[in-house]
């Protein structure tokens, strides 16, 4: 059973472009999480979404951030036009619908802008 | 505001010894607390969860304690060895129903052999 995945790794983006970054949940989990980490702080909850809802978005700044969890496919959070202060880590966790409150991580996406 | 406060310095312990974390909370009232590793460039993994009714919980060499009077866990490793160095993250969660943690800014761990 593959962990949660999120891809791409490492993402360059200079400042004003798009940055998608892509999250897989584990087989039979259902609901999403996105957090951000900038250097040297702590994980911040962003979004909640189960598929094809959003639950809790109260992390998620105002402007040009979206996420979204599509019947079909992985999680897709997007950042419009980038700014150097949205360079950080970006993690997805996901859960199984019911039960367990553990949230299992993915790798990150590392997301640097120029 | 929330608050989680845990120990910024990083601790450095000898191999063998109990390594002791703390994580505390201000102007909330979790329904549960976990404790997650974080090595370097990794995604954090959960090791424990304890709920508000619980005064104890162990795991093989981990122990946690959460004092929901004093606003305080506390995070034991027995028998620390050099693989257990790496930061060590609190969350909080329950408050909102919506499995949203709130995370500590994490301390990092260093055992030495």
């Known amino acids: 059973n593959a962990g949660v995945m999120q891809n791409p790794r490492h993402l360059v983006r200079r400042r004003g472009q798009e940055a998608r970054l892509r999250c897989s949940p584990m087989k039979g989990h259902s609901h999403v999480y996105w957090y951000r980490q900038l250097p040297e702080e702590g994980l911040k909850f962003m979004v909640y979404?189960?598929?094809?809802?959003?639950?809790?978005e109260s992390g998620m700044p105002k402007e040009r951030f979206s996420a979204e969890f599509p019947k079909e496919g992985p999680s897709i959070l997007r950042i419009q036009q980038v700014v150097r202060g949205d360079s950080a880590a970006y993690f997805c966790?996901?859960?199984?619908?019911?039960?367990?409150?553990?949230?299992?991580f993915g790798p990150g996406t590392r997301l640097t802008v120029l | 505001s929330q608050k989680i406060e845990q120990n910024s310095e990083a601790l450095n312990i000898q191999e063998g010894k109990t390594a002791t974390l703390t994580c505390n909370y201000t102007?909330?009232?979790?329904?549960?607390l976990q404790w997650y590793r974080q090595d370097p460039g990794r995604g954090p993994v959960f090791l424990l969860l304890?709920?508000?009714?619980?005064k104890e919980k162990r795991k093989e060499r981990l122990k946690v304690t959460f004092d929901t009077t004093l606003k305080q866990s506390l995070f034991h490793i027995t028998a620390s060895q050099p693989a257990d160095s790496a930061t060590y993250l609190c969350?909080?969660?329950?408050?909102?129903?919506?499995?949203?943690?709130?995370f500590g800014q994490g301390t990092t761990l260093q055992v030495k052999p």
């Open positions: 102007n909330y009232s979790p329904a549960y």
């Open positions: 966790a996901s859960s199984p619908p019911s039960g367990t409150l553990e949230q299992f």
């Open positions: 304890i709920r508000e009714n619980e």
């Open positions: 979404l189960q598929k094809e809802n959003i639950i809790d």
């Open positions: 969350a909080l969660g329950g408050s909102s129903n919506t499995g949203k943690l709130i």
